[in-house]
């Protein structure tokens, strides 16, 4: 059996405590929990520790809830807060699609939450579901299990940076065989397929496997 462990980055979702929290002190909040009761009619409790030199006056009042410092020991310090469990959360809007959240942190409002899903389909559709309410969506990382030849680090690459002539060049060299050993085709070759000079096509060539590369080695 294999799966594919996924870390997406949220930037400063403005209905996230523990983000508006980190990003009004200037730190990290992380170990983020929850408590729902039986109660439907019950609020849920949820706390998170953030590590800031900040004071409590100033992080609750950057918050938009009923925020409140529960314990704290040197710069660590638990804030606590309640909603209502008919409020949809981003941990619980992944958790959904039966991918239950492994870990979440926040570093000075852009959040990270790390999760297991079992298949390409089901985090594409976790996805799309994040994307639809919030804004700044990006998978970081990508690793797929596999038994017999262990982790598979994956990139997930966002063909929205290629322009569509850098596509079209792309597209048109790998048909011909412009990258295959030997090759089939020539700079040339292909250029003139796609009516342009063969410099032209070095340069769009380069520009597009910059793009790649730069997303492929996380530079």
């Given at each position: 059996?294999?799966?594919?462990?996924?870390?997406?980055?949220?930037?400063?979702?403005?209905?996230?405590?523990?983000?508006?929290?980190?990003?009004?002190?200037?730190?990290?909040?992380?170990?983020?929990?929850?408590?729902?009761?039986?109660?439907?009619?019950?609020?849920?409790?949820?706390?998170?520790?953030?590590?800031?030199?900040?004071?409590?006056?100033?992080?609750?009042?950057?918050?938009?809830?009923?925020?409140?410092?529960?314990?704290?020991?040197?710069e660590k310090r638990v804030y606590r807060f309640e909603r209502s469990q008919t409020r949809t959360c981003l941990c619980e809007c992944i958790e959904q699609f039966d991918c239950p959240v492994q870990g979440i942190y926040s570093r000075d409002g852009e959040l990270t939450?790390?999760?297991?899903?079992?298949?390409?389909?089901?985090?594409?559709?976790?996805?799309?579901?994040?994307?639809?309410?919030?804004?700044?969506?990006?998978?970081?990382?990508?690793?797929?299990?596999?038994?017999?030849?262990?982790?598979?680090?994956?990139?997930?690459?966002?063909?929205?940076?290629?322009?569509?002539?850098?596509?079209?060049?792309?597209?048109?060299?790998?048909?011909?065989?412009?990258?295959?050993?030997?090759?089939?085709?020539?700079?040339?070759?292909?250029?003139?397929?796609?009516?342009?000079?063969?410099?032209?096509?070095?340069?769009?060539?380069?520009?597009?496997?910059?793009?790649?590369?730069?997303?492929?080695?996380?530079?």
């Amino acid at each position: 059996m294999s799966g594919i462990r996924a870390e997406i980055h949220i930037g400063s979702p403005a209905d996230c405590p523990a983000a508006r929290a980190s990003s009004a002190a200037g730190g990290e909040a992380s170990a983020v929990s929850k408590s729902v009761p039986r109660d439907a009619e019950e609020p849920i409790t949820e706390e998170f520790t953030l590590s800031a030199d900040a004071p409590a006056e100033s992080v609750e009042a950057s918050v938009d809830t009923d925020l409140r410092e529960v314990f704290a020991s040197g710069e660590k310090r638990v804030y606590r807060f309640e909603r209502s469990q008919t409020r949809t959360c981003l941990c619980e809007c992944i958790e959904q699609f039966d991918c239950p959240v492994q870990g979440i942190y926040s570093r000075d409002g852009e959040l990270t939450v790390s999760f297991y899903a079992p298949d390409i389909d089901t985090l594409q559709s976790v996805v799309a579901q994040l994307d639809e309410r919030w804004s700044n969506v990006a998978v970081h990382r990508l690793i797929r299990s596999n038994h017999d030849e262990g982790d598979q680090d994956l990139v997930l690459v966002d063909r929205g940076e290629l322009t569509d002539r850098q596509r079209e060049v792309l597209r048109t060299a790998h048909e011909m065989g412009y990258f295959e050993h030997p090759k089939r085709a020539n700079a040339g070759e292909v250029a003139a397929e796609l009516g342009i000079d063969p410099s032209t096509f070095t340069e769009h060539l380069a520009a597009a496997q910059g793009k790649l590369l730069s997303t492929i080695l996380d530079t």
